[in-house]
Nanobody, 112 residues
Framework: VQLVESGGGLVQPGGSLRLACAASGFTFSRADMSWYRQGAGKEGEWVARISSAGDTTTYRDSVKGRFTISRDNAKNTVYRQMNSLKPEDTAVYYC??????WGQGTQVTVSS
């Protein structure tokens, strides 16, 4: 089982980033996926979740309307679109199989 993350980086406040998480080694289309983040010196927090079919998504309140989680089961990939980024969004972002493996994480830094 492997989750390989990509797409992090440095962005100015108000900017956008798209993260991807490529999955292998399991039946991706049957797995609900979650999205977490952990800022420096902070506890990790859940950000969003998407159902196996991609038809149900849930978000933490602080990212609603700015972040979108989606998936392409044909490509075994989950995407996280982040818009209107704020400095407090700075964190390492992780994809995770619900009740399963974590990705390696990707750093997102929001700064001018």
């Amino acid at each position: 089982v492997q989750l390989v993350e990509s797409g992090g980086g440095l962005v100015q406040p108000g900017g956008s980033l798209r993260l991807a998480c490529a999955a292998s080694g399991f039946t991706f289309s049957r797995a609900d996926m979650s999205w977490y983040r952990q800022g420096a010196g902070k506890e990790g927090e859940w950000v969003a979740r998407i159902s196996s079919a991609g038809d149900t998504t849930t978000y933490r309140d602080s990212v609603k309307g700015r972040f979108t989680i989606s998936r392409d089961n044909a490509k075994n990939t989950v995407y996280r679109q982040m818009n209107s980024l704020k400095p407090e969004d700075t964190a390492v972002y992780y994809c995770k199989i619900v009740l399963g493996r974590w990705g390696q994480g990707t750093q997102v830094t929001v700064s001018s």
